[in-house]
T-cell receptor
């Protein structure tokens, strides 16, 4: 049973480009969470999704950022018109349908660097 | 406001020594508390989970305690090893169904030979 898979592992973008980060949850998991970690800082919640639904996006910037978790395929975190301040590690976590959020299984993250 | 405060921010110890990391929270209502270990460049991995009624739980050389009255938790590491060098994150879950949790900023532990 593969763990949470995130790709790419590293992503370099120039200012103004778009960044797409992918997350495939563990098999059988229907809850996905995205977190952002700035250098030397802790993980900050961004968005919580279930299949085809955004449950809580209170931690996600209102502009340029969007997330989806379609019925088929991975969850996508999309950042439009990236700026240098978007440079960070983005972690995805998943949890099973029952007792969501009690145990999160994290991916290895995507390190986004904006030039 | 739901907050999780961890201390110390960073800690350096010699291999073989013990250490204790602290976590204070103001999260309410409380569901459970988890300690995660995050190696550099990796995602966090769960070490222990503490529910409201549990005071102590061990996982190998890791022992977590919880005092729900004072809203404090600690993570004690015994006979530290070089591989214990990592960030240790305290996470308090306060609404399981809505996926609500609050993360501490972590304690960075460095174990030196």
């Amino acid at each position: 049973n593969a763990g949470v898979m995130q790709n790419p592992r590293h992503l370099v973008r120039r200012r103004g480009q778009e960044a797409r980060l992918r997350c495939s949850p563990m098999k059988g998991h229907s809850h996905v969470y995205w977190y952002r970690q700035l250098p030397e800082e802790g993980l900050k919640f961004m968005v919580y999704l279930q299949k085809e639904n955004i449950i809580d996006e209170s931690g996600m910037p209102k502009e340029r950022f969007s997330a989806e978790f379609p019925k088929e395929g991975p969850s996508i975190l999309r950042i439009q018109q990236v700026v240098r301040g978007d440079s960070a590690a983005y972690f995805c976590a998943s949890s099973p349908p029952d007792r969501s959020n009690e145990k999160l299984f994290f991916g290895s993250g995507t390190q986004l660097s904006v030039l | 406001k739901n907050q999780v405060e961890q201390s110390p921010q960073s800690l350096i110890i010699l291999e073989g020594k013990n250490c204790t990391l602290q976590c204070n929270y103001t999260v309410s209502p409380f569901s459970n508390l988890r300690w995660y270990k995050q190696d550099t460049g990796r995602g966090p991995v769960s070490l222990t989970i503490m529910t409201f009624s549990e005071n102590t739980k061990s996982n190998g050389r890791y022992t977590a305690t919880l005092d729900a009255d004072t809203k404090q938790s600690s993570l004690h590491i015994t006979a530290s090893q070089l591989s214990d060098s990592a960030s240790y994150i305290c996470v308090v879950i306060y609404n399981t169904n809505a996926g609500k949790s609050t993360f501490g900023d972590g304690t960075t532990l460095t174990v030196k030979p």
